[in-house]
């Protein structure tokens, strides 16, 4: 006798519940995906913001670099006066930097510059590189630079004097150029005077070193060519190349732009007397700066291009020297005992009197004369040279890069 076989009934329910499952599972699985998707996208994303964050950071401090060492160039970019540039971070007591790298917040930020000027007199052309570093220096951003000084005196005067018209000396004076042999050179007549102190010197001819003492200033030993009774061979008087230039031309002759663009793009001390300026209090004790005056002035006890006050005969060292040049649109007096390295440039007519000392050069644009007391005047090409870094910074073109 056959046995019917056990069957399990059919039960939609409990197939409706495994498809529940099985749909559970996928879209648990699913959610589990999209999550990890938009976790990693998100620890992706904030990964890129930190990155962004790190380089903003590195770049702030690289640009902080670069302006730092706009700052110091633009003040002296040689203060101890070895020749090479100096650092330009923690300054010592001289202010002169110690190291190339600085702390800019968390971040730090090193420093190098470069001299590339071909000439080698003067440091007018920079390459500046400035790396910059995040708080944890897992990011760096490096600025390079390269930036030109603008030539302050392009055409260095060659005598101690220099006088669009007459010169005459009543009192004391004394002229020296030690690196050449003429010493006044005049649109118009010289007259030296009856002082039996007043006379002109110029390099030594018997001077064992001669002449190639001639190339490093204040190092040959002198002679005198002129005083009161001989006129000698170093004075030029009457040339009318120099007579019959114009004032603005006589001033373009040696910085090589009109006086207005000069006024505008290079000065660093304007001062006026219309508006009451006083310029000994002004420009005592200015370091590698352009000061110009508008207007009459008298000049007393001042000392411009020299790290300390200079009185009586004594010299500013080297190591205190920094040339500047004085400009006057106007009229000149000089009293009292003011000491000046570098240039001093008078447009107008010039009364020397007390006890001046001027070391460089001297230029007149109008009659030079000498009354009471005594000048002297000692050419010294090395100054000059030294005002000539004395301009404004600018970026060479096409030269910023960030990478």
């Known amino acids: 006798m056959k046995t019917r076989e056990n069957v399990t009934p059919y039960n939609g329910k409990r197939q409706r519940g495994a498809v529940v499952i099985t749909f559970s599972i996928i879209f648990l699985l699913l959610i589990t995906l999209v999550t990890l998707f938009t976790t990693r996208s998100i620890l992706f994303e904030q990964k890129v913001i930190n990155n962004q964050m790190r380089s903003k950071l590195a770049f702030e401090a690289a640009e902080f670099g670069v302006s730092a060492a706009y700052q110091y160039i633009s003040d002296d970019p040689d203060r101890d006066g070895d020749g090479i540039i100096d650092a330009i971070f923690e300054l010592n007591s001289d202010n002169v930097g ?43 951003r490096t600025i390079t630079k390269f930036v030109t000084v603008i030539d302050a005196l392009p055409n260095v005067p060659n005598n101690p004097l220099t006088a669009h018209g007459t010169v005459d000396v009543n009192g004391s004076a004394t002229v020296h150029n030690l690196e050449g042999s003429s010493t006044i050179w005049s649109g118009g007549d010289v007259d030296v005077g009856s002082n039996n102190s007043t006379a002109t010197y110029i390099a030594n001819p018997a001077d064992p070193a001669y002449p190639s003492c001639m190339d490093t200033p204040m190092t040959c030993s002198e002679t005198q060519t002129s005083n009161k009774t001989t ?93 500047s040049i004085v400009i006057i649109n106007g009229n000149a007096s000089l009293k ?48 000059l040279e030294g005002t000539r870094e004395n301009g404004p910074l600018a970026s060479s073109a096409g030269s910023w890069r960030d990478f």
């Open 98 to 140: 110690t190291v190339n790298t600085s702390a800019v917040g968390q971040q730090r930020v090193e420093v190098s510059i470069r001299d590339i000027d071909s000439d080698p007199d003067v440091i007018l052309a920079f390459e500046i590189v400035a790396q910059g570093f995040s708080d944890d220096s897992t990011a760096t």
């Open 336 to 383: 009292g005992s003011p000491h000046f390295y570098g240039i001093v440039y008078v447009m107008g007519d010039a009364s020397l009197s007390g006890n001046s000392t001027i070391h460089g050069a001297v230029i007149i644009g109008g009659i030079a004369k000498s009354t009471t007391g005594s000048l002297d005047i000692w050419y010294n090409s090395g100054l």
């Open 231 to 323: 006129i000698g061979l170093d004075i030029i008087e009457h040339d009318s190349n120099l007579a019959n230039l114009t004032a603005e031309q006589m001033f373009e002759n040696f910085f090589g732009m009109s006086p207005k663009a000069y006024r505008a793009a290079m000065v660093d001390i304007d001062l006026s007397a219309a508006n009451g300026d006083d310029f000994n209090s002004a420009a005592n004790l200015a370091q590698h700066k352009i000061v110009w005056y508008e207007g009459d002035v008298d000049i007393g006890k001042v000392t411009v291009g020299c790290k300390v006050s200079v009185t009586g005969n004594n010299r500013c060292s080297s190591a205190n020297e920094a040339p």
